[in-house]
């Protein structure tokens, strides 16, 4: 790789310096349930704020959302479908949303005609498709939670009627948005590695995080949602590609659901943990526990506003729905370990693992190049340089997804105001070929096959 500047240079342009050096801490803001969100980087001077319908209130639609009651100068919830009257309702409150505005399903929004100038997808995993070509039809423009869909098929069906009806799609890759990763492909980019040669990336789970969404919770079975892979993970596929800048050309998946199944299951454990569980007290994964003592995502509940009430509203939860069954009876299909190899154009390879069974979450990040490497782990990295020894640090405090959240809400409303899908890195367009390595990975692990990408 040929460079006009010396490498000092260019490490100085990438806002490095030899030695150590820390980016300030920037400013947060919270979420609805108090998790920090990285405020965006950028200020919007637009004469009117783009007004928005939500499809889904879940967790994904409050993080996109709450982008509005931040920045209501940017920003206008108008509209909100949601079938859990709950969530309906608190999300009409806080956006302020007069009741003709609020509907029970997605459906009901297209009933009409075109009333704002966008739409926020996110509906479950297998409920994206239908809204997003409604939309499209209709003249909206559309964030769309990943992954695009469970099918390859409806995700190049989305891709081409986007093209046709010349909408805008952003597709929420929000890792392209993260300090951490923008500098990382920085510097990939810029040559101060030299040829890059092969990257190493894990994305840690989190048992308890396992435990909740795919064993117990709403992607806990892959041919009713979708698989891991794309679930997770489409994340993971999408920043490697993005950051080596390269075509996939063949990928290699391994892996399997090894651990939550009832063979493991404890001699004493029962249906549920609320049943008397003899092991319930020893047990890493006890959903008393977790829900209940600890009170940890307590989210999913939509637990009643008065707090003396919460409490007994968990325990009922963990006595009905699948959140209070045991992990090693439930009808959960989805891998718990998972490891791709992967060969990109020019002979660059990476290895990605998906790992359930770890203390700790946040990715960990190796890229190998000719002339230095680098080593992260999301919130920091050390690049090393062969020739001089000297190692140069990068830091940031960020938040659960790296600090991509708002940082992607910001740049899906400036190209929606501009009609420019150019001012975003996760276009349709760009996200169609990680989610194709994704359906790849699985056709590979199914059938023990080396699988071509063809996008």
Not at 9 to 14: P, R, T
Not at 132 to 139: D, H, I, N, R, T
Not at 144 to 172: F, H, M, N, Q, Y
Request: glycine content about 6%.
């Amino acid at each position: 790789m040929k460079n006009k500047w010396t490498r000092r240079d260019a490490i100085k342009s990438l806002g490095l310096t030899l030695g150590a050096f820390a980016i300030p801490n920037s400013t947060f803001s919270f979420d609805e349930n108090k998790n920090p969100i990285l405020l965006p980087n950028k200020n919007l001077d637009l004469k009117n704020p783009i007004t928005a319908i939500t499809c889904g209130a879940g967790n994904r639609g409050n993080v996109y959302g709450g982008y509005a009651l931040a920045f209501p100068e940017q920003l206008d919830i108008i509209g909100v479908a949601e079938p859990i009257q709950v969530r309906n309702e608190r999300y009409a409150t806080k956006h302020n949303i007069i009741n003709e505005n609020r509907f029970d399903t997605w459906e009901d929004v297209f009933k009409r005609p075109k009333f704002a100038d966008a739409i926020i997808i996110t509906t479950p995993d297998n409920l994206h498709y239908g809204p997003c070509m409604k939309a499209l039809e209709m003249g909206y423009d559309v964030l769309l939670e990943k992954p695009i869909s469970p099918s390859e098929k409806e995700c190049r069906d989305i891709l081409k009627l986007a093209k046709s009806t010349g909408r805008i799609v952003a597709v929420c890759h929000v890792l392209r948005y993260a300090p951490y990763f923008v500098k990382l492909r920085e510097i990939i980019q810029s040559g101060v590695l030299g040829e890059v040669v092969s990257i190493q990336h894990l994305e840690p789970i989190e048992h308890i995080h396992m435990s909740h969404s795919y064993v117990r919770g709403n992607w806990h079975n892959s041919k009713e949602t979708t698989p891991i892979i794309l679930a997770k993970s489409c994340h993971d596929l999408d920043i490697l590609r993005w950051m080596i800048n390269k075509p996939c050309e063949k990928i290699q998946a391994f892996g399997s659901l090894s651990w939550f199944t009832n063979k493991n299951a404890p001699e004493g454990s029962t249906n549920r943990c609320t049943d008397g569980c003899t092991v319930e007290a020893n047990c890493p994964y006890s959903a008393l526990e977790i829900y209940y003592r600890k009170r940890q995502r307590n989210y999913v509940f939509d637990l009643p506003e008065d707090e003396s009430e919460q409490a007994a509203y968990v325990l009922e939860q963990l006595k009905t729905t699948d959140y209070g069954r045991c992990v090693y009876k439930m009808d959960n299909d989805q891998p718990d370990h998972y490891t791709s190899n992967i060969l990109f154009e020019g002979g660059i390879t990476a290895a990605f693992s998906m790992e359930a069974f770890t203390s700790y979450d946040g990715r960990r990040t190796r890229i190998m190049g000719s002339l230095g490497d680098v080593a992260g782990d999301m919130s920091s990295f050390v690049m090393t340089d062969f020739l001089t020894g000297i190692k140069t640090e990068w830091k940031q405090e960020s938040d659960s997804h790296g600090g991509g959240d708002w940082r992607l809400v910001t740049d899906w409303i400036h190209a929606v105001s501009e009609n420019n899908p150019n001012l975003l890195t996760s276009t349709i367009d760009a996200s169609i070929e990680s989610h194709v390595m994704g359906f790849m990975a699985e056709k590979s692990r199914e059938t023990n096959q080396v699988m071509e990408v063809k996008v």
